[in-house]
């Protein structure tokens, strides 16, 4: 696994991309945020175009280092991972609104909530990678279990759940001694000589379970797209890093994007149908790596623009029949 690591690039670059991740981390909530509050829409937008702009420059690196081939891969699979992620965002709402979390807490859970997902991608992407060197038919399995994700989203029960009431929770509270009055700033608090979790530490477990849940589904995606760890892993990690300010960007206005998760389950599903038709286009049909890069592109980038905008142009009609 190390050797495949040192294949798609040498270890300067690996430890390279780390330090700047965790620098970056460091002066956000260190520096930027060191006092708990609530972020302004100018400071989420500013972040957010902080985020986007720091991976384009990397793009273009890639682009220059790797080449045009390796550079288009990791655009696709950045846009690919960041509208995938905004699916999450749906969730943040509803998990930081069922347990009562006060916006300015939840930029710090959103943050350690990131540092769980770093490791958790890392692992998912490097087991993915080495199935589908290993395992050719593999790439059948990741891309009929796309193709069922995205056909199960189109079925997907809109209605309102409560997260407070699902297994995990009531597990969690079973398993760990928990202070409901505990608060959102600690993770755990001390009474009467003995630790106690806080309801913070069980909206992050939540958030560190959702980023799992949507990663299953993520991971293979972009795996669809390109198998080199490195254009994976590095793309993977720009978009979710970015997910915070966009979280704040977005939070108070998610539900004017109604549509947007009907053109999620359609790039799943063409994802899917790529990966399991791709071999044969490329050796039947002498179709390009190149040309099945663009194409993906071009479908995901329409795709979310038109739901978008769509999800714009014919709001939802909520229950009191205004839009």
């Not at 599903?269 to 663009?294: N, P, Q, Y």
């Amino acid at each position: 696994m190390v050797q495949a690591l040192l294949q798609s690039a040498p270890l300067w670059a690996w430890i390279g991309f780390h330090l700047f991740v965790f620098g970056m981390l460091a002066l956000d909530l260190g520096v930027f945020n060191r006092k708990v509050h609530a972020p302004s829409f100018r400071e989420a937008a500013i972040w957010s175009a902080v985020w986007i702009g720091l991976a384009l420059i990397f793009n273009g690196v890639v682009f220059h280092w790797m080449g045009a081939l390796k550079g288009a891969e990791w655009f696709a699979g950045y846009v690919l991972e960041k509208s995938l992620s905004v699916d999450n965002l749906f969730v943040f709402v509803m998990l930081f609104a069922a347990f009562n979390v006060e916006v300015r807490h939840q930029h710090r859970i959103l943050y350690w909530g990131i540092l769980g997902a770093l490791v958790m991608r890392a692992v998912m992407i490097l087991a993915g990678t080495a199935l589908l060197n290993h395992f050719e038919w593999m790439m059948y399995v990741f891309g009929a279990f796309l193709i069922y994700t995205g056909l199960k989203m189109f079925k997907a029960d809109d209605g309102p759940k409560d997260p407070t009431q699902n297994a995990l929770v009531k597990l969690f509270r079973k398993v760990m001694p928990y202070d409901p009055e505990g608060g959102h700033q600690k993770f755990l608090v001390k009474k009467n000589h003995r630790l106690y979790a806080t309801p913070m530490l069980l909206v992050l477990v939540s958030v560190e379970v959702t980023d799992l849940v949507f990663a299953v589904d993520s991971i293979p995606a972009v795996l669809a797209i390109t198998r080199d760890p490195f254009v994976v892993y590095t793309s993977n990690i720009f978009a979710i890093l970015g997910l915070r300010s966009l979280y704040f960007l977005l939070a108070k206005m998610m539900d004017r994007f109604h549509r947007l998760k009907i053109g999620l389950a359609l790039i799943l599903t063409f994802v899917g149908v790529k990966m399991c038709v791709a071999h044969w286009l490329k050796e039947s049909m002498g179709v390009s790596d190149k040309t099945l890069i663009l194409t993906s592109l071009i479908f995901i980038a329409a795709v979310l623009a038109g739901s978008i905008v769509t999800s714009l142009a014919w709001p939802a009609e909520h229950p009191d029949g205004q839009a």
